[in-house]
Structures are given as C-alpha cells and as structure tokens.
C-alpha cells in the first residue's frame, strides 16, 4: 500500500514538475506573441503619425522660407531709401533745371507747362 502511495505523490509531483516545465518554456513564447500583437496593432497609427509629421514638417520648412524670404526683401527696401533719396535730389536737379532753361528761353515754367503736349509715361 505504501508503494502505490508513494509512486502516486511521485506521478503528482512529476506531472507538476512536468506542467510548471511546459509554462516556463512557453512564457517567453506567450510574451513574444503579445509584443507582436501590441506591435501588429499600433504600428499603422505609428505610420500615419510619422506621415503627418513629416508632411507638417515639410509644411512648415516651406513658411519658414516664405518669411526668412519676405523679411529679406523688407531688409532690401529698407537699405534702399539711399537710393531712392538720391533718385528724389536728381529729379529735383532735373525739375531746376528745366525751369532754369525755360526760364532763359523767355517763357515761364507755368506757360510752358500748359502749351506742353501731354504725354503719359509707364513706369
């Protein structure tokens, strides 16, 4: 009797031997299986946030360049009123002295002005 109750607590010991074995190999099965699930599941809004970043990104680089561009050309007018007081003094000159000639040729800058034609100029 003793023998059938001892080769009885073996065949238990053994098969949870057995079971705890067959759980321990399997574990890290199981933990791969759910990581590739959880991957499976999440990579495609991954993706498309990965999309929407770089298309934000190409986005903004394209007004970065609209602005760095814009303030470039306000530096460009700014640096130009030089050049714009110089056009103002020679067409100052140029006015002094057609009237300086029309003065020295007898008529005034008024009555020269209205027997003038009038000629329209495109800029």
Same mark, same amino acid.
């Given at each position: 009797?003793?023998?059938?109750?001892?080769?009885?607590?073996?065949?238990?010991?053994?098969?949870?031997?057995?079971?705890?074995?067959?759980?321990?190999?399997?574990e @890290?099965?199981?933990?791969?299986?759910?990581?590739?699930? &959880?991957?499976?599941?999440?990579? @495609?809004?991954?993706?498309? &946030?990965?999309?929407d970043?770089?298309?934000?990104?190409?986005?903004?680089?394209?007004?970065?360049?609209?602005?760095?561009?814009?303030?470039?050309?306000?530096?460009?007018?700014? *640096?130009?009123?030089?050049?714009?007081? *110089?056009?103002?003094?020679?067409?100052?000159?140029?006015?002094?002295?057609?009237?300086?000639?029309?003065?020295?040729?007898?008529?005034? @800058?008024l009555?020269?002005?209205? &027997?003038? @034609?009038?000629?329209?100029?495109?800029?």
């Amino acid at each position: 009797m003793e023998d059938q109750e001892m080769q009885l607590k073996v065949r238990r010991v053994s098969d949870k031997f057995t079971e705890s074995m067959y759980v321990l190999a399997n574990e @890290p099965s199981v933990a791969l299986y759910r990581l590739q699930e &959880h991957v499976r599941r999440s990579l @495609p809004e991954l993706v498309q &946030h990965k999309t929407d970043m770089q298309s934000w990104e190409e986005q903004s680089q394209g007004a970065i360049y609209s602005v760095e561009y814009a303030c470039s050309a306000v530096r460009s007018m700014a *640096n130009s009123s030089v050049y714009f007081k *110089n056009i103002d003094s020679l067409l100052r000159q140029a006015i002094s002295m057609k009237e300086q000639i029309s003065s020295s040729q007898g008529r005034s @800058p008024l009555v020269a002005a209205s &027997h003038a @034609p009038s000629t329209s100029s495109s800029s």
